[in-house]
């Protein structure tokens, strides 16, 4: 019987979202101390549209509209702008999900689906736009593996499809930070591994998930992630990770 | 012959099931985990509601299809629950739209909606709010109603705390219901699991023993007994 898995993690278990803002971007191993110069100077230039949308867009994810309406137009009027402007993109997209609950949440399940679903193609269109982008990856991925582990039909292969695209980006965000993996903080190190256990258990892959959760225990050692990877691990599979993010900001 | 007669007083007998049969028939066959018999019983509620168009038979099928949803879980039919879940919701969307101060009407909505968000990509986004405002509405409307304080204590239970999720909470409501209505298995069964999870086993283990005695024949109360069973080795 399902029945002590069947209630999970209600409301916007999305809270993975807020990784986006935490995984900072790290150069990859090629990288000379000239070029990590130039990076970061420019990262700093870059963080102006996450530092001035985060708060807006978590107000909003927790019920304030008029905040949320405000991230929004500041995304929007950069969109004017430039249309391909994929970090706008993608927080606008995860902006649109937000909208959409607050349809679902008043029954107006028609407009719920076609925010939802604006959402998520405007998400996949700056993923497209810029492949490369550390932050449009974990921005797209945060969002998707989050909502899936809000609830998950088994039989939808578009989520399917898009859930796995997720997780090979999570991955290619481990595999560029790993060089400096040890100087993120750990909420980052831990959410992200978290993000792809819980991904690849929901699909189903219990190789995948035990790798990740036995990783947190290399990578997140002596932290709560460590104590919750060893509590998973220890549990018979089939099973679904579910993870709330810990000592999250909110 | 003697077939035919058989079937002539089935019939007849079938025809004379009033509504309170009905819920009992459909009670056990929730307990039992048998999908068929429940299914008969939402066939003869839905023609029943096609003449009468009743609140009552409005919250009686919502409540069957509520049922249907813990008979297909306990036989880890997930599509079955989505389709029940899907089709409670309508209904019981109705009942509020007759009578938007009906207590059960909002809590089975709440419930069914619960049902549904873990069957659907992103469910818990979708429908977990909805669910949390209506089984409050319920409450507000009858704080009597021991139901509705078990569909909120399960909100409680399994929202991240950052959305209002709050084991206290839950844990007072569970009780609440259990005092409420003493002789309902649903908030003992309940405690049972929340006490499981909070690692005290002797809580769980009287709660899931009571909760059996007052109905043995639910498969919910066993998986849940055969669980904390399983913890105590």
């Known amino acids: 019987m399902r029945l002590l898995n069947a ?19 790290r150069i990859e191993d090629s990288a000379d101390a000239a ?8 990262l700093q230039q870059e963080e102006s549209l996450d530092a001035i949308v985060r708060n807006d867009f978590f107000a909003g994810m927790m019920g304030d509209k008029v905040r949320l309406e405000r991230g929004m ?3 929007e009027d950069i969109l004017a702008k430039n249309p391909k402007h994929a970090e706008a993109l993608v927080w606008h997209g995860g902006g649109l999900l937000v909208r959409a609950v607050h349809a679902y ?6 407009t719920g689906d076609k925010l939802w679903n604006k959402g998520i193609e405007e998400m996949n269109h700056a993923a497209a736009l810029e492949p490369q982008n550390i932050r449009v990856k974990i921005g797209r991925s945060a969002t998707l593996i989050g909502y899936a582990q809000s609830g998950w039909d088994p039989s939808d292969t578009q989520s399917r499809v898009l859930l796995e695209s997720a997780l090979l980006d999570y991955e290619a965000v481990y595999r560029w930070q790993k060089p400096n993996f040890r100087d993120i903080p750990i909420h980052s190190r831990g959410e992200l591994l978290f993000g792809l256990a819980s991904g690849w258990s929901i699909l189903g892959n219990e190789n995948k ?5 036995r990783l947190i225990l290399k990578e997140c050692k002596n932290s709560p992630y460590e104590v919750k990877a060893r509590r998973w691990l220890a549990k018979k599979w089939p099973l679904v990770i579910q993870h709330d993010c810990i000592g999250c900001h909110v | 012959m003697k077939l035919a007669l058989l079937a002539v007083i089935l019939s007849s007998f079938i025809s004379l099931t009033t509504p309170d049969d009905s819920v009992t ?3 056990k066959a929730r307990d039992r985990g048998d999908v068929k ?32 949803c813990e008979a297909a879980e306990s036989s880890n039919n997930r599509g079955m629950v989505k389709e029940a879940a899907q089709a409670g919701i309508a209904v019981a969307e109705k009942a509020v739209e007759l009578n938007p101060t009906s207590s059960q009407a909002h809590q089975l909505l709440a419930d069914l909606l619960g049902q549904l968000a873990p069957n659907v990509t992103g469910g818990g986004m979708k429908y977990g709010q909805r669910s949390v405002n209506e089984a409050d509405k319920a409450i507000e409307l009858d704080p009597k109603n021991a139901e509705a304080y078990v569909t909120r204590a399960i909100s409680y239970l399994y929202t991240p705390e950052a959305f209002g999720g709050n084991k206290q909470k839950a844990l007072e409501f569970f009780s609440k219901a259990k005092e409420l209505d003493p002789q309902a298995d ?23 023993n009571e909760a059996r005695r007052l109905n043995p024949e639910r498969k919910f109360a066993q998986f849940v007994y055969e669980q904390v069973s399983a913890s105590k080795k």
Do not use: H
Request: proline fraction near 2%; aromatic fraction near 14%; charged fraction near 25%.
């Open chain 1, 35 to 42: 070029s990590r110069e130039i990076y970061l100077f420019e």
């Open chain 1, 73 to 75: 137009k500041y995304c």
């Open chain 2, 25 to 27: 028939i459909a009670r």
């Open chain 1, 105 to 110: 949440t008043s029954g107006d399940n028609k």
């Open chain 1, 209 to 213: 998930t035990s790798e990740y959760l």
């Open chain 1, 7 to 25: 209630r999970f993690l209600f409301l916007l278990s999305a809270l993975t979202l807020v990784v986006m803002l935490l995984n900072s971007p």
């Open chain 2, 186 to 208: 649903s908030p003992r069964i309940w405690l049972a699991l929340f006490y499981l999870e909070a690692g005290k086993l002797n809580d769980a283990r009287r709660e899931i």
């Open chain 2, 37 to 68: 018999t429940l299914q008969a019983e939402i066939t003869k509620a839905e023609k029943s509601l096609e003449k009468t168009k009743s609140l009552d038979d409005y919250i009686r099928l919502a409540l069957f299809y509520n049922w249907m």
